[in-house]
């Protein structure tokens, strides 16, 4: 037997995606196995990377995943490492076919890795996963299900599916006694498959799903409710600071706590009122970032708000609670809409004219005047 030289995988960390920019298939109904079968290839390494990164690397299995680069990954299209040394991984290699693999399509990629290994490139891993838009055939799922068979069968088509120039290497791969021996005693009970159907219900736990498979935006839960105490991080809030101003200007007295507001219904309801408001509109925020990916949804909602209020807010008022109160009545008034995002609330609308406080757009009080 050859001794192989160590060797350490050139790799490419598997980086979060970004949001897809094609939205139009978010409300599609086409079943997904079909979409799975009919996308082109490129959107299908999407969606492989997609999954990996939001499935196989949030599993408590893997410490990271990574995907490797180009033609040349030596029969592995990603990386799932087990441990931080990155000595211990599984395997997946995914394929976009027309059709359900066969041996004859698949028997290089069994020749890849028996290579790749016998020379050094890689070790060889715990277990290898073939991920293919289309599955499977039976043929070469018997294979599978008699792992040595897949010895017999490879050494038999080598030089036709493996050794020829340009198939696995340039300049072609004799098969040696060494390299014969190799095979033969190469252990493809690693090898099984991913389905389409366990693929799909898989990536269905992600939000990127969506963008592909359609389904439409899971309903929004219900957004928390504001306690009777501040809590330490509500207390720093610009517009929190600059309500209390308008209060204490507005009852002649300063108020500086909500214990002390609270002798004040009229004006402790009030700001009650502002930050469920506020709460609402963080509860939409969160949801747009966890199911959208990212804020820019909910900021075009917000964008849309302060133009509507503008005109409104920079009236000449009586009092400073005057302002705010026309402000987010006309906020409350407005239609706005994005495609995503359909169920926008009252309180969301108030809660977004006080993060245009929090923003320094918009301004309540001056907490720096005298009262």
């Known amino acids: 037997m050859l001794k192989r030289k160590g060797y350490i995988m050139k790799t490419y960390p598997l980086p979060s995606p970004e949001r897809p920019k094609n939205t139009s298939r978010i409300f599609d109904t086409t079943e997904p196995q079909l979409r799975l079968k009919t996308m082109g290839e490129d959107e299908f390494e999407r969606v492989v990377g997609e999954w990996a990164c939001s499935c196989l690397k949030k599993e408590n299995k893997y410490s990271n995943v990574a995907l490797l680069g180009g033609s040349g990954d030596s029969g592995r299209d990603l990386v799932a490492y087990i441990d931080d040394n990155m000595k211990e991984f599984d395997i997946y290699q995914c394929k976009r076919y027309e059709k359900p693999l066969s041996p004859s399509v698949y028997?290089?990629?069994?020749?890849?890795?028996?290579?790749?290994?016998?020379?050094?490139?890689?070790?060889?891993?715990?277990?290898?996963?073939?991920?293919?838009?289309?599955?499977?055939?039976?043929?070469?799922?018997?294979?599978?299900?008699?792992?040595?068979?897949?010895?017999?069968?490879?050494?038999?088509?080598?030089?036709?599916?493996?050794?020829?120039?340009?198939?696995?290497?340039?300049?072609?791969?004799?098969?040696?006694?060494?390299?014969?021996?190799?095979?033969?005693?190469?252990?493809?009970?690693?090898?099984?498959?991913?389905?389409?159907?366990?693929?799909?219900?898989d990536f269905s736990k992600s939000p990127w799903y969506?963008?592909?498979?359609?389904?439409?935006?899971?309903?929004?839960?219900?957004?928390?409710?504001?306690?009777?105490?501040?809590?330490?991080?509500?207390?720093?809030?610009?517009?929190?600071?600059?309500?209390?101003?308008?209060?204490?200007?507005?009852?002649?007295?300063?108020?500086?706590?909500l214990v002390e507001l609270k002798n004040y219904k009229k004006l402790y309801r009030h700001f009650m009122r502002q930050r469920e408001g506020f709460f609402s509109a963080q509860s939409l925020k969160r949801f747009a970032r966890d199911e959208l990916l990212n804020e820019d949804s909910y900021d075009s909602l917000k964008e849309q708000i302060e133009f509507g209020i503008l005109d409104v807010y920079e009236n000449e008022y009586s009092s400073e609670l005057e302002r705010v109160k026309e402000t987010t009545k006309q906020a409350n008034s407005l239609s706005i809409s994005c495609e995503e995002i359909k169920d926008i609330t009252i309180q969301d609308k108030t809660g977004m004219c006080h993060e245009l406080v929090n923003d320094d757009r918009i301004v309540w009080s001056d907490i720096d005047e005298n009262i």
């Open 210 to 257: 969506k963008y592909h498979f359609g389904g439409g935006i899971k309903k929004r839960p219900a957004s928390e409710k504001p306690s009777e105490k501040l809590n330490n991080s509500e207390k720093t809030m610009p517009y929190v600071k600059q309500l209390f101003n308008v209060y204490s200007k507005e009852a002649g007295q300063v108020y500086e706590t």
């Open 107 to 201: 028997m290089i990629e069994f020749g890849k890795i028996c290579y790749y290994t016998y020379i050094g490139e890689y070790a060889i891993p715990n277990k290898y996963y073939i991920v293919a838009s289309n599955g499977i055939g039976q043929s070469l799922r018997k294979l599978i299900e008699h792992p040595k068979q897949i010895n017999i069968e490879l050494i038999k088509v080598w030089n036709e599916k493996c050794g020829k120039k340009r198939q696995i290497t340039a300049n072609g791969i004799k098969m040696t006694d060494d390299l014969r021996k190799y095979i033969e005693e190469f252990d493809f009970s690693i090898v099984s498959d991913i389905s389409p159907i366990t693929l799909i219900d």
